[in-house]
């Protein structure tokens, strides 16, 4: 590193990295606390519904392969959501440690667009980690085809990106005394209506149901997981996941940044 | 004064009918408010002018609730203004925030370091953010550890550290990329006598390096111990705006001045009172106390005063006025 000063117009860089940097010097450091609050209760599920019931034969073991994408997506999209929202709330309720951050000279935009990107990584990290495991747990996949990687990194990134946002839209609307409410409130509903452990198609049976799950972006990553890791069988367009997801990113962004803005400033 | 790239050197900041309304709905805050439908209006600063100058030692006195924070919070760039302007250098606070975070340092009212980071971690990544090089960053904050006695807490976790030394850290966070302006919220609250006594040491310290220093406090003691010139604000309005010695004398009664004569001192007071500049006398046994505009001036008169009356002075003790009698006439309420 040289001891040359920084101009004016790269310090959003600058500052940028440098608040990355920071997200991911702590992050490594709660790794082992991170991996297991995100991805054990994905990963407990795998266990009971991936291997102990297609062994019991209650379930059918063809079920798997609709299983490993909800889960991947599940544990995508909650990683991104709590590594951003939870030490939101602590930042802006109690501990005011982010003020640190709101005084760095960059654009309050550029703040929480670093956290949204910290919050993606976080949840890719999660993703990665599940993948491997559960296929372990699960045994072969026979559908499981990792042919169509750019698919698969446009689904993670934007999956990522539309929770780590309504992580921003949560974490700034949030109280501390409601983060208990925000999980069974927010947060369980959208596991299980996110068509994660079945396929959206499936859902046809109970149309009006189809139709109401729409609002959930997890339908759109689990749906997505499906169309780029298991092609074969019944899912969503992979274009039109991409799209919905681009959407939902869109909108949750503009809403957390105001949001956002509101908590930081008075 | 500095052009919009150069952050080096120091400079001052300025207020102009600087105007803050809060809008809150429903829940009863205090200040003065007005009911307008659900909201409620409160009035935390009233058309504040100010301006401080490049390398001063300034102080905002006031009592809690007087729109000090407000004040702090506008030149910081973290609460917007409702009308009126405000700048740091040459920056404005509303159109270019960036430019005026570049410039200042804030310590806060209370210690928010990270803390998920060390205490070396605070510094390093607080000049990271403002994109000082690695080095120059790494032998600042080991100077700066020194400075603030806490270099042997370097690799602690900030949790580990007592009131005093997180204090000392924010103020060291503060100075990492060299701001051209310090500000202070009530920096000294909550810290012992001895605390207190060796952050004023560091605040004049670096006073001394030329840097504006601009600190809130409703200690009258450490206002008039550390600051050039203080502003008395209440309820949002500036009152008063002096050194704190010109702001003495304009407390009511001036200096007092005791003279400990040689017998009954009632036949003085007369001939005191009239002197010029003497604003009363009054005389308690063989006491003679006067309130002089200018304390140090009125003591020949009043010794030839008690000599005329038949008098010996056999001692003199001067009492100079302090801010908070000047406070308590300004206001009519005591700070606390």
Same mark, same amino acid.
């Given at each position: ?6 101009? %004016? ?95 760095? %000279? ?6 929480? #667009? ?27 996949? %026979? ?24 992580? *921003? ?47 959930? %972006? ?49 | ?91 404005? /606070? ?11 340092? /804030? ?53 580990? #550290? ?31 006598? +001895? ?11 670096? +006073?001394?390096?030329?840097?504006? /220093?601009?600190?809130?406090? +409703? ?58 500049? /003497? ?22 008169? *009043? ?34």
């Amino acid at each position: 590193m040289t001891d040359a000063p920084v101009g %004016p117009r790269a310090l959003p860089f600058v500052g940028f990295a440098a608040l990355l940097r920071r997200d991911v010097r702590v992050a490594r450091r709660e790794l082992p606390y991170f991996l297991t609050r995100t991805t054990l209760q994905p990963l407990l599920f795998v266990v009971v519904f991936g291997h102990l019931l297609p062994r019991m034969g209650f379930v059918n073991r063809a079920y798997t392969a609709a299983l490993l994408p909800g889960i991947l997506g599940i544990s995508l999209a909650f990683s991104s959501l709590q590594s951003v929202a939870l030490p939101m709330v602590a930042d802006f309720g109690f501990t005011k440690e982010i003020e640190d951050r709101l005084l760095a %000279p960059v654009a309050d935009w550029i703040v929480a #667009l670093e956290k949204v990107v910290s919050g993606i990584l976080q949840g890719v990290l999660a993703a990665l980690f599940v993948l491997p495991i559960a296929r372990l747990i699960m045994g072969p996949i %026979p559908s499981l085809a990792l042919g169509h990687p750019l698919e698969v990194l446009a689904v993670t990134v934007l999956g990522a990106a539309s929770f780590s946002t309504l992580g *921003l839209v949560l974490g700034t609307v949030i109280q501390g005394q409601q983060i208990g409410l925000m999980f069974s409130i927010v947060v369980a509903p959208m596991i299980m209506f996110g068509c994660a452990y079945y396929p959206w198609t499936g859902l046809a049976t109970i149309p009006w149901l189809q139709y109401a799950v729409l609002v959930n %972006p997890l339908v759109y990553v689990s749906e997505g997981m499906r169309g780029a890791l298991t092609p074969t069988l019944p899912h969503m367009p992979v274009p039109a996941v991409l799209a919905a997801l681009t959407l939902v990113t869109g909108l949750l962004w503009v809403a957390g940044l105001r949001t956002f803005r509101r908590r930081a400033f008075s | 004064m500095t052009s919009g790239s150069s952050v080096s050197g120091t400079a001052g900041v300025r207020t102009t009918a600087l105007r803050k309304v809060y809008r809150t709905r429903g829940a009863l805050r205090r200040g003065r408010s007005g009911n307008t439908g659900n909201a409620r209006e409160i009035v935390a600063l009233e058309g504040l002018d100010l301006e401080i100058r490049a390398g001063e030692f300034f102080g905002l006195l006031g009592p809690n609730g007087a729109g000090k924070t407000t004040t702090i919070g506008i030149l910081t760039t973290r609460v917007f203004p409702t009308s009126g302007s405000a700048t740091v250098g040459n920056a404005d /606070v509303v159109s270019a925030p960036v430019d005026v975070r570049r410039r200042i340092g /804030v310590v806060p009212q209370r210690p928010n370091p990270d803390r998920a980071l060390t205490v070396r971690e605070n510094l390093l990544f607080h000049a990271a953010y403002f994109g000082v090089p690695g080095a120059t960053a790494r032998a600042r904050a080991r100077h700066l550890l020194e400075l603030m006695e806490i270099a042997d807490r370097g690799d602690a976790k900030v949790d580990e #550290l007592s009131g005093g030394q997180q204090q000392r850290l924010m103020i060291a966070r503060a100075l990492m990329h060299e701001p051209q302006v310090l500000f202070l919220d009530e920096p000294t609250v909550g810290l012992d006598p +001895h605390a207190r006594l060796a952050l004023w040491t560091v605040l004049r310290a670096l +006073h001394d390096e030329g840097r504006t /220093v601009v600190m809130t406090t +409703h200690y009258m003691e450490e206002a008039d111990r550390l600051c050039e010139r203080v502003a008395i604000i209440d309820r949002g309005r500036l009152l008063a705006l002096d050194t704190p010695a010109q702001l003495k004398s304009q407390a009511p009664g001036g200096t007092l001045v005791e003279l400990m004569l040689d017998g009954e001192a009632a036949p003085v007071t007369a001939a005191a009172a009239a002197l010029p500049g /003497v604003l009363r006398a009054e005389a308690e046994r063989a006491i003679l106390r006067a309130y002089a505009a200018r304390g140090g001036e009125a003591i020949p008169g *009043l010794i030839r005063c008690a000599e005329q009356a038949g008098r010996a002075v056999r001692d003199i003790h001067l009492a100079p006025p302090s801010l908070e009698t000047l406070f308590v006439s300004l206001t009519g309420r005591k700070l606390d």
